[in-house]
């Protein structure tokens, strides 16, 4: 992927992809997401392709040669771990803790769906630095945890869809004490959420565009039985019910798919082209 210009076409060139701007990756994820390896083939994997966007952007030189080139590298994989196990969709309720000892930050609190971490090298890690501060927004920071540090324990990992029992990917993590240098800190304290939105800005577009591949897939699948399964009256998809069934599924993923695209712009999901899409949505509805 590498040789043809195809690998993490998400990143700049100056992380060893290819620049090309929030569309053209997002049309890329489309098709990728009828595979559930394409992604890891192509450099795009989540959460490793948002989760090198902040070190990229906030971590010290060290950092950046000992964590993020071998992920860059597809050497090592990484975690995000920021919902907790009683607030999701609502960061402000989280209570994860980090606070300042002298040289170092102490973690301490519990996270919910922390993608790979019981492989991952580092953990992204969002902490309650200063919960009195007057706006809400600037109570928490952003850590970078190494793997393996005391006082950081994955309780289990939990899957979903088709995962064996015990074999998911996703962290309920536990933080008892658990102990970083003072540089952990990614970007400044209380910057939490704008360092958040470098990687979930694209991200949701991208992990959108996955989920329309997918679907996409199984809609070929409908296809398929339709024109392959006889019935007493014909095949499947000779029934106008079934035909009915089958146009409203491809007017609904029609729908999905021009609403991503038309997304409000995020400050780095904004591209000239999907200003362009919405742009002729908007004169298509006018
Ligand atoms: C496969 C998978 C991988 C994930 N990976 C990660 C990861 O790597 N790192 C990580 O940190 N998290 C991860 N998550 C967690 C994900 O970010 C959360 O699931 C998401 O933020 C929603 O939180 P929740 O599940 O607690 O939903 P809830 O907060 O319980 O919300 C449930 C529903 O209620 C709605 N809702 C909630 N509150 C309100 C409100 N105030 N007003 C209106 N509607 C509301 C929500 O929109 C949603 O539809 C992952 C989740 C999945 C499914």
């Known amino acids: 992927m590498r040789a043809r210009g195809l690998w993490a076409c998400h990143l700049g060139p100056e992380l060893g992809g290819q620049g090309y701007g929030q569309l053209r990756p997002a049309l890329l994820n489309e098709v990728l997401g009828g595979s559930s390896w394409a992604p890891t083939i192509f450099g795009c994997r989540a959460p490793d392709s948002g989760n090198a966007e902040i070190p990229a952007h906030f971590s010290t030189p060290e950092q950046q040669d000992r964590y993020l080139q071998p992920l860059l590298d597809g050497e090592v994989c990484s975690t995000y771990a920021m919902t907790e196990p009683h607030a999701g969709a609502d960061p402000l309720l989280f209570t994860t803790t980090a606070r300042r000892d002298g040289d170092e930050w102490v973690i301490d609190g519990e996270k919910w769906f922390a993608t790979n971490a019981r492989f991952a090298a580092f953990l992204i890690v969002m902490c309650v630095t200063d919960p009195d501060a007057q706006d809400p927004h600037r109570r ?12 950081v324990e994955v309780v289990r990992s939990v899957g979903v869809g088709t995962d064996r029992p015990g074999e998911g990917t996703h962290g309920y993590l536990r933080f008892t004490g658990a102990r970083v240098p003072a540089d952990a800190l990614l ?3 209380g910057q939490a959420f704008v360092v958040a939105q470098t ?11 996955r989920t329309i591949g997918q679907v996409r897939a199984a809609f070929d699948m409908m296809r398929e039985r339709a024109v392959s399964r006889s019935t007493r009256a014909g095949a499947l998809g000779s029934l106008q019910m079934v035909q009915e069934q089958i146009a409203d599924s491809w007017i609904e993923i029609e729908q999905f798919r021009l609403l991503v695209c038309c997304a409000p712009p995020g400050s780095s999901t904004r591209s000239r082209t999907t200003s362009r899409c919405a742009r002729r949505s908007r004169r298509s509805r006018h």
Do not use: D, K, N
């Open 187 to 189: 970007g400044e304290e």
């Open 199 to 209: 990687r979930l800005g694209g991200g949701r577009i991208h992990h959108a565009m």
């Open 140 to 151: 928490m920071s952003m850590l970078l945890v190494p793997a393996g540090t005391p006082g």
